[in-house]
């Protein structure tokens, strides 16, 4: 899918090179922007990725205009690794599978941000092995958000579900 895309704009940016519009001009600098950007910022880690999860889920806050403070990158790397301490599961999918919802959810919402459904999602956790995995918990939360549950509704409602009861 990706590929088609990339070759329909190019396509575009053919097309638009032979005309002498300055709007045609601007539109070929902006997909060119928008390209090299999507080349910078991969959608997804792939298995032969040497990113680093953490790194990966900051360069794409920061992409968005959001200025991580040293504090703040600490703070996300100790929630992918008590994410994937918990679920039993390599950062690098936790960090996909965060992605994926948070791109399911509202890519524009500034508030479910895969950094922030990282730490929620684990914090609703209590006892490994009461849920299959990020994935799992993450449909989860999707789906009591698109029934209508607040971001705090869904969140208990998980919470209740699988804390211990101690």
Not at 55 to 67: N, T, Y
Not at 88 to 102: F, G, S, T
Not at 128 to 142: L, R, W
Request: one cysteine or more.
């Amino acid at each position: 899918m990706k590929s088609r895309t990339f070759w329909l704009m190019g396509a575009c940016a053919l097309l638009s090179a032979g005309c002498d519009d300055s709007s045609s001009i601007n539109q070929h600098a902006d997909q060119r922007s928008r390209l090299a950007q999507s080349q910078a910022q991969p959608g997804w880690l792939d298995p032969t990725s040497d990113l680093d999860p953490a790194g990966w889920l900051i360069s794409r806050e920061a992409s968005r205009g959001k200025a991580i403070k040293a504090e703040e990158a600490d703070i996300i790397k100790a929630s992918i690794a008590n994410a994937a301490k918990i679920f039993k599961e390599d950062p690098r999918m936790i960090a996909n599978r965060a992605v994926q919802l948070e791109v399911m959810l509202d890519p524009t919402d500034d508030r479910e941000t895969a950094v922030w459904l990282v730490e929620v999602l684990a914090d609703v956790v209590r006892e490994p092995g009461k849920v299959e995995g990020f994935g799992a918990i993450g449909q989860q939360y999707f789906n009591l958000r698109k029934a209508g549950l607040s971001e705090r509704a869904a969140l208990d409602d998980l919470s209740r579900r699988y804390r211990s009861r101690g």
